[in-house]
């Protein structure tokens, strides 16, 4: 992940650079990030950030995330159990049957179990965006409540904002969309 | 005047160290046992210092100097989001509890922004009950600029804590180089970082005390924190009763017992009489004691 920090000066400029490895970290976005642009005017306080989004990881099937044993499945990644247990129980009922912490029993036809194999247990991109947004949320200073958002061209994915505390000027519009095409020119980014 | 200062060490023998206090004229402010381990907030007059050097020598503990032992200090953050709260927020505020100092922490209600920063009369009242005040901003220097103005508002001494270093920023008691943080400030350049802090808030507190020291109270508030505790003796899950401040107490108390405290004596006054006693808005009783110019003498 890039992140280029831009008229803060030097502290500021140092400290959101650190700000935002930490946020998208948080949120389990930073290998799917390509390149991350902000840029502050504290003295008219306008904070525009964009945020370009590169390789999202393909679902997660069940196989993924659980080995078979006969008619067992043990699930090797934990942190998938719940989104799991909640997929099979709500297709196959009481034949799924969670017969301890890690292990999962099952009554099923053999064709059916290939199906099962191939179920997808979670989509990082279903909730992509709303952990995005949820990032900028942390990243941008509170008091800029005011949102404008700029969708970007056909065909990439990623958005910029542009937050002030003040209604946002059609100057700061064009201004934004300047810098971030600067950025793309110069950059190859968002 | 008192020096404040903590002993830390073994069991073994450490009830000398609190008999000798209290021979001299001093107060045991805190005391916890852990096992076998002993740590103690110790306050005693100033010239007795070698004594208890010596006896901690003796006992092979250890003391350190408290400089803001005995204060009482409000930790203010434009909000209570998680831009302010956990880092840096409770970093300072642990720093400051390790310097000895019993701190608050505040989250204002409209405090974020630059233009729209405000801070409301509550809590101004809130801020004011407290020794000092500790004011925590951002990364921008025009916003730290112009919201100088809540700080200006309050009326006990403060110290503003922000980002920029304090080379490019030209306001008093102004500690740079904190800012937003998203993780604990344990480094070393963090560490000394917020030692400068502390000890920009002691200067601070020490103007203040000097003041006290030209117009002194009619009593120290340790004297009475102990006259109170002979009274009303503290419930087995109750945790710091009763706050020191520099020039009074904090006492957290039932509405029921205030009479009861009103009525002790103080040598021969009644503590009513030497004290400003009123509910605070944000936990128990103020006790703002007068200066013996306005009191009078009190034995």
Request: glycine share 8%; proline share 4%; net charge negative.
């Amino acid at each position: 992940m890039e992140i280029k920090v831009e008229g803060g000066g030097e502290f500021a400029n140092a400290s959101y650079t650190s700000v935002c490895n930490d946020v998208f970290r948080d949120v389990g976005l930073r290998s799917n990030i390509e390149r991350v642009y902000m840029y502050c005017n504290a003295a008219e306080h306008v904070f525009i950030i964009s945020i370009k989004i590169g390789r999202v990881p393909s679902p997660v099937k069940v196989w993924d995330v659980t080995l078979r044993e006969g008619d067992k499945l043990r699930i090797t990644k934990e942190e998938y159990a719940p989104k799991l247990l909640a997929l099979l129980w709500d297709r196959y009922g009481e034949r799924v049957q969670q017969e301890s912490r890690l292990i999962i029993r099952f009554e099923l036809e053999e064709e059916e179990v290939a199906k099962l194999n191939e179920l997808v247990v979670y989509d990082p991109k279903e909730d992509l965006t709303v952990r995005m947004l949820d990032g900028i949320d942390r990243i941008l200073p509170e008091g800029a409540r005011v949102r404008y958002p700029i969708p970007f061209a056909e065909g990439q994915e990623g958005m910029t904002i542009i937050a002030s505390e003040n209604p946002i000027s059609d100057e700061w519009k064009v201004k934004a969309k300047e810098l971030i095409g600067g950025v793309a020119l110069s950059g190859g980014g968002a | 005047m008192y020096k404040i200062m903590m002993f830390s060490g073994g069991v073994y023998k450490f009830n000398e160290l609190r008999e000798i206090v209290e021979d001299i004229g001093g107060f045991i402010l805190q005391s916890m046992v852990m096992q076998t381990e002993t740590m103690m907030h110790l306050a005693f007059p100033v010239e007795e210092e070698p004594r208890i050097r010596a006896k901690a020598k003796e006992l092979g503990g250890k003391l350190k100097d408290l400089p803001l032992g005995g204060a009482e200090i409000m930790v203010v953050v434009p909000s209570l989001g998680k831009h302010h709260a956990v880092d840096p927020m409770c970093d300072i505020a642990e720093f400051l509890r390790r310097n000895g100092a019993i701190t608050d922490m505040m989250g204002l209600a409209r405090g974020v922004g630059r233009r729209i920063a405000q801070m409301t009369v509550e809590e101004r009242a809130i801020i004011n009950e407290c020794d000092a005040a500790v004011f925590v901003f951002g990364n921008f220097k025009e916003c730290i600029e112009e919201k100088v103005k809540l700080c200006e508002m309050i009326d006990v001494p403060y110290i503003i804590v922000g980002g920029p270093p304090a080379s490019d920023v030209d306001l008093p008691h102004y500690v740079g180089g904190v800012g937003r943080r998203t993780s604990r400030m344990k480094r070393k350049e963090d560490i000394e970082k917020l030692n400068e802090m502390a000890m920009a808030l002691a200067d601070v507190l020490e103007e203040k005390r000097i003041e006290l020291e030209e117009d002194p109270l009619a009593t120290s508030p340790l004297f009475i924190k102990e006259m109170i505790e002979m009274l009303l003796t503290p419930k087995a899950t109750e945790e710091f009763p009763i706050v020191i401040h520099m020039d009074g107490l904090r006492v957290k108390v039932e509405a029921e017992d205030e009479e009861k405290i009103r009525d002790i004596e103080i040598g021969k006054r009644k503590l009513s009489e030497i004290c400003e006693i009123k509910k605070s808005l944000y936990e128990g009783y103020l006790l703002e004691i007068l200066p013996e110019a306005v009191a009078g003498e009190i034995f």
